[in-house]
């Protein structure tokens, strides 16, 4: 497909955009973030928050310099609808009491057939509540930290309550902010990707959600000119090099990184929380920086003297 030079969204996708898409139960999450990659006609595109081949719900795939992105999606948390059979009788009682007990830190270990390592981890049951009950199945929500094991968490629940139990059907509904009524469907992307290919932009625009949509939604740090630059050099970032802090925050919790017109420059981890950073005058504040920005953009400011780094702050752009 040959695409315009003024096409909207190939300045979309060269930009960073993300595709919140509404997983069907069947295929696996690398197949749906293939299609959606060939639908765009991109050579790559990546997810956040893989879901099974049975469980449907909201699917984050990050094209272009989104793609760095993809791990500020992780830390939102996670809400989901599931059925679940128990293997036997239980009192009302003693599933309100257990459903209580699995409500807060818990510890997981994930399953055999996990991506990831099988060590012990504590993970946040923010919500868990029974919607309905019809005999032994149960209707669950439940909001939790990202790389929550739902299937486990049932499997422990059956085991606390002393009949068994597992999980029957699982759907993704929410992710921090964003709701399932804002995720775009797989027909919706290929019909707006023909749409696209005959002139009309529009549809796929409405389907690729702007970068800013997501980072905005973590707390940030507004940096000086010269740590602005040294952090796009891939400098760490030391609390002489903050401007403001407009955002509360804990030590631990993932924030933004961003210039003194707003641009993002890094991610990274607090090391402190917000009240702290802002008293200190001295050491380094962030840990993990994920620099975002090319560094070629940005001069080496913090090589410059003083005055020479203020007449080149104050020197008109373009």
């Given at each position: 497909?040959?695409?315009?030079?003024?096409?909207?969204?190939?300045?979309?996708?060269?930009?960073?955009?993300?595709?919140?898409?509404d997983k069907p139960r069947g295929p696996s999450s690398h197949q749906?973030?293939?299609?959606?990659?060939?639908?765009?006609?991109?050579?790559?595109?990546?997810?956040?928050?893989?879901?099974?081949?049975?469980?449907?719900?909201?699917?984050?795939?990050?094209?272009?310099?989104?793609?760095?992105?993809?791990?500020?999606?992780?830390?939102?948390?996670?809400?989901?609808?599931?059925?679940?059979?128990?293997?036997?009788?239980?009192?009302?009682?003693?599933?309100?009491?257990?459903?209580?007990?699995?409500?807060?830190?818990?510890?997981?270990?994930?399953?055999?057939?996990?991506?990831?390592?099988?060590?012990?981890?504590?993970?946040?049951?923010?919500?868990?509540?029974?919607?309905?009950?019809?005999?032994?199945?149960?209707?669950?929500?439940?909001?939790?930290?990202?790389?929550?094991?739902?299937?486990?968490?049932?499997?422990?629940?059956?085991?606390?309550?002393?009949?068994?139990?597992?999980?029957?059907?699982?759907?993704?509904?929410?992710?921090?902010?964003?709701?399932?009524?804002?995720?775009?469907?797989?027909?919706?992307?290929?019909?707006?990707?023909?749409?696209?290919?005959?002139?009309?932009?529009?549809?796929?625009?409405?389907?690729?959600?702007?970068?800013?949509e997501v980072w905005r939604e973590f707390p940030r740090l507004v940096?000086?000119?010269?740590?602005?630059?040294?952090?796009?050099?891939?400098?760490?970032?030391?609390?002489?090099?903050?401007?403001?802090?407009?955002?509360?925050?804990?030590?631990?919790?993932?924030?933004?990184?961003?210039?003194?017109?707003?641009?993002?420059?890094?991610?990274?981890?607090?090391?402190?929380?917000?009240?702290?950073?802002?008293?200190?005058?001295?050491?380094?504040?962030?840990?993990?920086?994920?620099?975002?920005?090319?560094?070629?953009?940005?001069?080496?400011?913090?090589?410059?003297?003083?005055?020479?780094?203020?007449?080149?702050?104050?020197?008109?752009?373009?």
């Amino acid at each position: 497909m040959t695409v315009p030079p003024t096409d909207p969204v190939a300045a979309r996708l060269a930009a960073g955009a993300f595709l919140l898409l509404d997983k069907p139960r069947g295929p696996s999450s690398h197949q749906v973030t293939a299609w959606a990659r060939d639908l765009l006609g991109v050579d790559v595109a990546g997810h956040a928050g893989t879901l099974d081949p049975n469980v449907s719900g909201l699917l984050w795939i990050g094209v272009g310099p989104a793609l760095k992105l993809l791990p500020l999606v992780l830390e939102f948390p996670k809400r989901y609808v599931g059925s679940m059979v128990l293997h036997g009788e239980a009192a009302p009682a003693d599933l309100e009491r257990v459903l209580r007990e699995f409500t807060g830190p818990i510890y997981q270990t994930p399953p055999v057939r996990s991506a990831v390592k099988r060590e012990r981890r504590v993970r946040t049951v923010h919500r868990l509540a029974l919607v309905e009950r019809d005999g032994p199945r149960l209707l669950i929500d439940l909001t939790a930290d990202s790389g929550t094991y739902v299937r486990t968490l049932a499997v422990d629940l059956g085991e606390a309550l002393g009949v068994g139990g597992h999980l029957e059907e699982l759907r993704r509904v929410g992710n921090g902010p964003f709701t399932e009524a804002q995720a775009g469907t797989l027909p919706a992307l290929a019909d707006a990707a023909h749409a696209r290919a005959a002139g009309d932009p529009g549809p796929l625009l409405a389907l690729l959600r702007p970068i800013d949509e997501v980072w905005r939604e973590f707390p940030r740090l507004v940096l000086k000119d010269a740590a602005a630059s040294a952090v796009a050099h891939g400098a760490g970032l030391a609390a002489g090099g903050i401007l403001s802090v407009p955002t509360p925050f804990a030590a631990g919790d993932r924030v933004v990184l961003v210039g003194r017109s707003g641009q993002l420059i890094a991610t990274g981890v607090a090391r402190k929380d917000s009240a702290s950073i802002a008293a200190a005058g001295v050491g380094w504040v962030v840990d993990g920086t994920r620099v975002f920005v090319d560094a070629a953009a940005f001069p080496a400011l913090w090589q410059r003297p003083k005055g020479a780094r203020r007449a080149a702050a104050a020197e008109p752009s373009g």
